[in-house]
């Protein structure tokens, strides 16, 4: 089984978000950037499938030089091979059409990608891969189970979850639950190693126009100091939530 | 009269539950009612297997194409697709409005894919412009506010939940039976596991959510109670999930489900940064913790520095009170 992991460099949760060149641009400066938390849950279920299934993983990325790091990382947890689509990631449908290219160039068996990225929260590469090439989707997996060419996944809807049943090719939106964050790994000393000696493939990007353009980012006006209610004060509370705040 | 195909109908899929529709259904109908206006044009809903599609009405739709279709009785992303483009195909419609429920999240890129339109998800506001075509939608984990211009000649919006609002505008919907056809799904639903008598996290207006801070499983009866008060759904932090007091399902939180509700009230939940990332798009914040120095109170818009096992059930007792004077 082929699997390819479509991994997101994102800001780190606690990055201070700002923006430059007019509010035009995301502002990197002194931005720590990590693997996308959700491809990480997805990254990790793919190691499962390698170790216990002889599965083999390609990482991919597409961006420019300086998403490396995040991809040699990728290789640190022990992906076999890394791609990086050398072009700017500009927005969700180009970057599913550049994924989509890879998916189809290398006859991968299953695509896992994370249900959005933490920073621009599109929500939308892993469905477009699947439309684009024509594979099974399944959203919002929490479970996976692969055998031959049959899937079982569990998927988390409004509510609770379903389990659906699926073949291969197939891509997977994936999160939380695939594994549990006590199964994320660390990379250590010989992983990281071992990574300097993995290929890391730079492909040139296939045409893809972008649908969407960021035309300007606005930061929420900041936020009024909280009002406080004394414990002993309750009916206040009640007072201002349907008064002031009109919420109940 | 001019054919509907002339008008280019705004096209808004209004999604339901065992035939009812949600409450996301009319807010999308709103929404899209709003931007028919701007473009100078109609609105035309899609439902599937909805029993009565009459209070669309309601919100601003001139036509409804009822989909009654046994193939689609489970959700399908492929199989509901199918419908929402070929019903997008006969209204020649250039805008189509989905809501961001999960399904809807599941359905739209492949019906970007099979339209080859734009998409933006979490949209807040109805377009800003219509020419050149821009949204404002939440980025960055709700840090910031993306504007977003839609390059396609048909777009794609998700609107974010509880950020439109129900708009009443009365008119005389037209009903029509439609019968796109719908191909073999490759997903199977083999079963479904759900609580249906509960209020979910993401139809919710108000969440009331707790954390360690509680101490036990034992103890959530008045956060239950609480939320009953309300009408509200229970919600909990990521490390009261991962102890396993409460199921995954409620955990909410940058890697669980997200929250945009109008009032989310926080019981000894301290505010980590990956909590605040999951909820910051509810409107109102209510923190009640013992610990003044929390990081949450940064974030809410009120709070109580108390024991959560006195001011909970106070305010139980207050809010039935309030509740039976309204």
């Not at chain 1, 004394?230 to 201002?240: C, G, P």
Request: hydrophobic content about 40%; some cysteine; overall charge negative.
């Amino acid at each position: 089984m082929k699997i390819l992991v479509c991994i997101s460099h994102v800001p780190d949760t606690t990055s201070k978000i700002n923006f430059s060149e007019g509010d035009t641009k995301f502002d990197t400066n002194g931005v720590q950037f990590v693997i996308n938390p959700n491809d990480e849950f997805g990254l990790t279920r793919a190691m499962w499938f390698k170790e216990k299934q002889g599965a083999q993983v390609t990482v991919v990325n597409v961006g420019g030089a300086e998403t490396e790091p995040t991809l040699r990382k990728a290789l640190a947890i022990g992906a076999d091979a890394a791609i990086r689509v050398n072009t700017v990631a500009s927005d969700g449908f180009s970057v599913a059409k550049q994924l989509a290219h890879v998916v189809k160039d290398g006859a991968y068996d299953l695509v896992i990608a994370g249900r959005e990225s933490i920073d621009y929260n599109g929500g939308m590469v892993p469905g477009m891969i699947a439309g684009l090439t024509n594979a099974n989707f399944v959203n919002n997996c929490i479970g996976l189970e692969i055998d031959g060419t049959a899937a079982k996944a569990i998927r988390e809807i409004d509510g609770g979850k379903e389990t659906v049943s699926t073949t291969l090719p197939l891509v997977i939106g994936g999160q939380k639950g695939l594994v549990e964050e006590s199964d994320l790994r660390i990379p250590n000393m010989r992983g990281i190693m071992m990574a300097r000696q993995k290929p890391l493939t730079v492909v040139d990007p296939t045409e893809a126009s972008a649908e969407t353009t960021s035309i300007k980012f606005e930061k929420p006006a900041p936020k009024g100091a909280v009002k406080l209610v004394s414990a002993d004060n309750l009916d206040e509370l009640v007072n201002l939530l349907h008064n002031e705040a009109k919420v109940i | 009269m001019t054919k509907s195909k002339v008008f280019m109908s705004v096209l808004v899929y209004t999604e339901s539950e065992q035939g009812a529709f949600k409450k996301t259904a009319l807010e999308v109908a709103s929404y899209a009612k709003a931007v028919a206006d701007q473009l100078g044009t109609t609105v035309t809903a899609i439902t599937i297997n909805v029993d009565d599609a009459s209070a669309l009405g309601n919100y601003g739709v001139d036509k409804i194409l009822n989909v009654s279709n046994a193939q689609l009785q489970s959700f399908s992303a492929n199989g509901y697709a199918e419908a929402i483009k070929q019903a997008a195909e006969k209204e020649a419609s250039k805008v189509i409005v989905v809501s961001s429920s999960a399904d809807s999240k599941y359905l739209a890129p492949l019906l970007a894919v099979g339209l080859n339109a734009g998409y933006a998800s979490n949209v807040i506001e109805a377009p800003a412009s219509t020419s050149p075509f821009t949204v404002k939608r939440t980025a960055f984990t709700n840090k910031a506010f993306e504007i977003s211009q839609i390059n396609t000649d048909v777009k794609i919006i998700g609107v974010s939940n509880n950020s439109f609002g129900l708009i009443e505008n009365s008119r005389n919907a037209s009903a029509e039976e439609f019968s796109p056809s719908i191909s073999d799904s490759g997903v199977k639903v083999e079963a479904v596991d759900k609580a249906t008598d509960k209020v979910t996290i993401a139809d919710a207006e108000i969440v009331v959510s707790a954390g360690r801070g509680l101490k036990g499983p034992e103890n959530w009866g008045m956060v239950e109670e609480l939320a009953d008060v309300l009408g509200a759904a229970t919600a909990c932090s990521k490390p009261v999930s991962d102890l396993g007091w409460r199921p995954h399902s409620e955990h909410v939180g940058q890697t669980g489900k997200p929250v945009a509700s109008n009032l989310y009230i926080a019981i000894g939940i301290s505010g980590a940064i990956q909590h605040l990332a999951g909820i910051n798009a509810s409107k109102v914040k209510v923190v009640i913790n013992t610990d003044a120095e929390a990081p949450f109170f940064k974030a809410a818009d009120y709070g109580v520095v108390g024991d959560a096992f006195e001011v909970v059930p106070q305010l139980i007792d207050k809010l039935k009170a309030f509740k039976a004077q309204q």
